[in-house]
């Protein structure tokens, strides 16, 4: 889930609960020829706080965002170890006090149809969180973090238009979707949706539920959670990996829907859901509330990374102690990714190859 009151957020609708334009950075987007280091290992936490990490990989660059709560900033490396010395760049500040101003969350950066795009979730300002929706910026520059931001104002599904969070982009089949975590206008119950995309801001067709808590490990609340959607792919299978369970829960978990590459995504049919999660908390390598992630290359192609925020001591909520962590996972025989378990912070990890 985004954010550090986002705790508050369900206020308005369950209970009390606590807690949860332009910028002057003008690097240039020629893929970077970073200087030697003769450190071959780097340790987690990656940056003190980061709750809701993303990651995007363009042009020999990696490009990263997480909830700031006020604003959109964005850090851009060439190297994903090197994330704690380098700087952000503001690349969006709301106006005061208008409808998308208050509560920034899971802000993801994509590259769709030659031009930069934000998907975020934001509300009013205040602790009224009822009014969380998702909303689209777009940058025309070749580098996300120079040029000019424009809002394009909510994404939504106009015959559906209730509390909505989290929004990512699956691209299947020559079409593009749209998938969030939402509430049905009946509970307060979080479910992941999807709906077909005619342009990068905008829903066609019906909205249709893909997953909702059904397991003992989906349920640990309230609020019962589905939320954080993320694509990975790998050969001929597609997976729709979630975050489970209330978000200041040290319980909070990833699962994992699974399709063939060419299924059409709108059919729950078409999902396989593990019953099981597929990463969690390890009180042991001091790793609670894992969740919300994103998945990345390394720089030499060769391995696959998540990335992912967790608490690193028991009871922390869902607030700004949430730390960015990443670590490399490897496949299992029938194709489906395998997560692990979460490496212990400050224990030393061989850094992505090429790097």
């Not at 690097?27 to 780097?42: D, K, M, V, W």
């Not at 209330?246 to 059409?264: E, I, N, R």
């Not at 029938?334 to 061989?350: L, R, S």
């Amino acid at each position: 889930m985004s954010l550090s009151i986002k705790n508050l957020r369900w206020v308005p609708l369950l209970l009390a609960l606590s807690l949860a334009g332009c910028n002057s950075s003008e690097q240039g987007n020629s893929p970077p020829n970073p200087p030697p280091t003769t450190a071959t290992t780097f340790t987690n936490p990656l940056l003190p706080s980061g709750p809701d990490p993303w990651v995007y990989q363009k042009d020999g660059f990696y490009y990263y965002l997480h909830t700031t709560n006020t604003s959109l900033r964005i850090w851009k490396t060439a190297r994903m170890s090197d994330l704690g010395t380098t700087p952000s760049v503001l690349a969006w500040s709301p106006t005061p006090g208008g409808p998308a101003s208050g509560n920034l969350w899971a802000p993801e950066l994509h590259f769709l149809e030659g031009k930069w795009y934000i998907y975020y979730t934001a509300g009013p300002p205040g602790s009224d969180l009822g009014q969380q929706r998702t909303w689209v910026l777009e940058n025309t520059a070749a580098d996300p973090t120079t040029g000019t931001w424009t809002d394009k104002g909510r994404i939504f599904n106009p015959s559906a238009d209730f509390w909505a969070i989290d929004g990512t982009v699956l691209e299947q089949n020559n079409k593009r979707y749209f998938i969030w975590s939402g509430h049905n206008g009946l509970d307060g119950v979080q479910r992941i949706y999807i709906s077909e995309m005619s342009n990068p801001w905008t829903l066609v067709g019906p909205r249709v539920e893909l997953s909702r808590p059904e397991f003992n490990w989906e349920n640990v609340g309230p609020p019962y959670v589905n939320e954080g959607p993320e694509i990975l792919k790998r050969g001929d299978k597609t997976f729709l990996v979630y975050s489970a369970s209330f978000c200041g829960s040290d319980q909070y978990a990833l699962g994992m829907l699974t399709a063939t590459s060419t299924a059409d995504p709108l059919l729950p049919a078409s999902w396989k859901k593990s019953t099981t999660p597929v990463f969690s908390q390890n009180p042991a390598n001091r790793a609670y509330a894992t969740g919300h992630n994103g998945f990345f290359k390394s720089r030499d192609g060769q391995e696959d990374w998540i990335i992912y925020h967790a608490n690193s001591n028991p009871n922390e909520g869902c607030v700004e102690k949430r730390n960015p962590r990443m670590q490399k996972f490897t496949w299992n025989a029938d194709g489906t990714p395998n997560f692990g378990v979460p490496v212990a912070i400050g224990v030393p990890i061989t850094k992505p190859s090429g790097e």
